[in-house]
């Protein structure tokens, strides 16, 4: 048997591996991380933070390892961030469960965590702190997010092209999303790298810049047409597969003049259609070449089908077969062009077309700068994994159908956890002067679902009077309410959401109502930096830990609580001493006093990607534990066929 059997990982083993990895990137979390320098296979040192080239760059042998790797790299991917984050959090909390044990139970557990206090304690606890993104500021999110992969000063002016880029490329925040899509997946066709110029240097161009030269240029003024081919306009003298046989001279030479003469009329056709700019996917011959400077026609070969793709999908346009059955019918399908001319980046000849857009995305081309071709593709990898980290922005989380409604499902729930409602739980509502439809409308919702009106019912006090319709919603002596207003990023979601922002009682207050819809969290939902996200959650994952009853969900809220400070302490190591301390007894003690926390000025982060981040990680548990068994093959199996043949003989 060419294979090698073993047990499954044991769980001190599971955490070593984790350790491990949580070591080796843990130094370089955060703004004030340092730097690992990889050495590349040609030679080139290159330095970098960046947790998806530091995971890929170990050399992981254990399998164990190798999931956990894998799985925060496809984390990254999907959320464009927290891989370095992942490996931290994933190695705490099989730390956790190594440390406080755990029967066979524990993945059931793990799940049963999730669903009923996990999201508990984000909907009614973590929610409450949330607060809107700055309408249409992106630099708020970009500089920290980009902090963690690069220096002080590359990440400020590389934040603010990326936000330059995202206004420019989509104008009206209605079409943002659609935008950000489209960047997150085509920018390795909107931007070019020009190497040995600074990185403030760099520009953004309108259009689309094609990093080859003109293989036929004839200068044209004013708008023009251009037309995608993906085959060769040179016609062939005969169908594929038949063969074609020259006896003489002169059939040669009449081949030759017959395949001029049909090139000769395709670029006619595309002169009485206006076709001034010919984009083709493959390399066309020269009489195709020579006939289009003729009737002035410019050319650009050799086209990527990423870069024919973005065209397409930026004017509509899909490729013309130049040799149908109708040779003489209009041409319908060319994409307006509003410039065309050639673009010098260094010493690389490339083309700058401006492209009349069909979509809400306009075409804009970043020009990136930097001193070497590795700093290049660094900055250029980061840019791209923020646009990707900057549509979480536009994106829900949904609340589980087992909790909305706990009347529904008593037998289930009780069996894990029991939910008491105490006094200190309870909320004060006093009254402000506001709009009357806002209210109603609000309330209507929340009494419309059976389920929603237990919730207030056991959740608020509700005080009406006479021309007093906006409900501002105060825990005891906080300085928090929820302002439901409307989400400058959540209008291509066309959604009016609620938010819990920092309130003074001097300041007056657009409206109010407690949101117990069925999502967790908002779209446009963020938290300043700094380990906000993960003192809260710790904060009501004890909490909402207390009043369950089953052990092992026990064990497990408190593993995870615990094991979401990891993130902070490896944030504030750095920092002066203690630092991590100060800044949790202060969080802890504000919330235990239902006050807001302090406010820092170091950038804002996306809600929606932290929570994912802790579901990533928690699944990834429950994937480790479920392994029984380890199999790995030395050298392929014989097929089935091999074997029988050498038996026969």
């Not at 409308?441 to 056991?458: G, N, P, Y």
């Not at 963020?526 to 207390?546: M, N, R, S, T």
Request: overall charge negative.
């Amino acid at each position: 048997m060419a294979a090698m059997a073993a047990a499954g990982p044991e769980r001190p083993r599971l955490w070593q591996e984790a350790a491990a990895l949580a070591g080796a990137v843990r130094g370089a979390l955060g703004p004030r991380g340092g730097r690992a320098l990889l050495l590349r296979p040609t030679g080139e040192a290159l330095p970098t933070r960046d947790g998806r080239r530091l995971l890929e760059a170990l050399s992981v042998e254990p399998p164990a390892a190798r999931v956990m790797a894998a799985r925060a790299c496809s984390h990254r991917a999907a959320t464009g961030d927290g891989a370095k984050s992942f490996v931290v959090l994933l190695a705490a909390v099989l730390g956790g469960l190594r440390a406080a044990g755990g029967g066979a139970g524990l993945r059931r557990a793990l799940r049963d965590f999730e669903a009923h206090v996990l999201e508990r304690a984000a909907a009614r606890g973590l929610r409450r702190h949330l607060r809107p993104a700055p309408p249409g500021l992106l630099e708020p999110l970009l500089e920290p997010y980009l902090a963690g992969r690069l220096g002080p000063g590359e990440r400020r002016l590389l934040a603010r092209l990326c936000a330059e880029m995202c206004r420019r490329c989509g104008p009206a925040a209605a079409a943002r999303p659609q935008v950000l899509r489209l960047l997150g997946r085509r920018f390795a066709e909107l931007h070019a790298a020009v190497p040995g110029l600074p990185l403030a240097s760099s520009r953004i161009l309108p259009g689309v810049v094609l990093r080859r030269d003109f293989a036929a240029y004839c200068p044209t003024d004013g708008e023009l047409r251009a037309l995608l081919v993906t085959e060769p306009l040179r016609p062939a003298l005969t169908a594929p597969g038949v063969e074609f046989v020259v006896d003489t001279e002169g059939q040669y030479q009449a081949s030759l003049r017959w395949i001029a003469n049909r090139t000769e009329a395709v670029m006619k056709r595309l002169q009485s259609n206006n076709v001034k700019l010919l984009l083709s996917s493959v390399k066309q011959e020269e009489v195709v070449i020579y006939s289009a400077k003729l009737y002035g026609v410019s050319v650009v070969e050799c086209l990527s089908l990423e870069e024919m793709a973005l065209i397409s999908e930026i004017t509509g346009v899909s490729p013309y077969a130049p040799f149908s059955d109708n040779m003489d019918r209009e041409i319908a399908e060319t994409a307006v062009v509003t410039f065309c001319q050639p673009l010098l980046l260094a010493s690389k000849r490339c083309v700058h077309i401006g492209f009349t857009s069909v979509c809400a995305f306009q075409p804009h081309c970043l020009i990136l700068c930097g001193p070497v071709d590795g700093v290049n593709e660094q900055h250029a990898a980061a840019l791209q994994e923020a646009f990707t980290m900057l549509q979480q922005l536009f994106k829900t989380v949904d609340q589980r159908g087992e909790w909305k409604a706990e009347g529904e499902s008593q037998s289930e729930t009780l069996d894990v956890c029991t939910w008491h409602s105490s006094a200190t739980q309870k909320q004060l509502v006093i009254e402000n002067t506001c709009n009357s439809n806002q209210v109603s409308e609000c309330q209507l919702k929340a009494l419309s679902d059976e389920t929603e009106r237990k919730i207030l019912e056991s959740d608020l006090l509700v005080h009406n009077q006479k021309n007093h319709s906006t409900l501002v919603s105060v825990a005891h002596n906080t300085d928090t309410v929820t302002v439901c207003e409307g989400l400058d990023v959540s209008k291509g979601l066309e959604k009016t959401c609620c938010h819990a922002v920092p309130f003074k009682q001097e300041e007056s207050c657009a409206g109010i109502a407690q949101d117990y819809s069925s999502c967790l969290i908002e779209a446009g939902s963020v938290l300043p930096v700094g380990g906000y996200f993960e003192i809260l959650l710790h904060y009501y994952i004890q909490d909402y830990a207390k009043q369950c009853q089953q052990a092992e969900v026990i064990i497990v809220s408190n593993t995870v609580a615990d094991a979401l400070l990891s993130i902070p302490q490896a944030l504030y190591q750095t920092a002066e001493r203690d630092g991590f301390t100060k800044f949790y007894l202060e969080a802890i003690n504000l919330l235990r006093k239902n006050q807001p926390l302090p406010v820092n000025d170091e950038g804002l982060e996306s809600v929606y990607c932290k929570y994912q981040l802790v579901i990533s990680v928690l699944h990834c548990v429950t994937e480790l534990l479920s392994i029984d068994l380890v199999i790995g093959i030395r050298r392929p199996l014989q097929k089935n066929e091999d074997r029988d043949s050498e038996d026969d003989s």
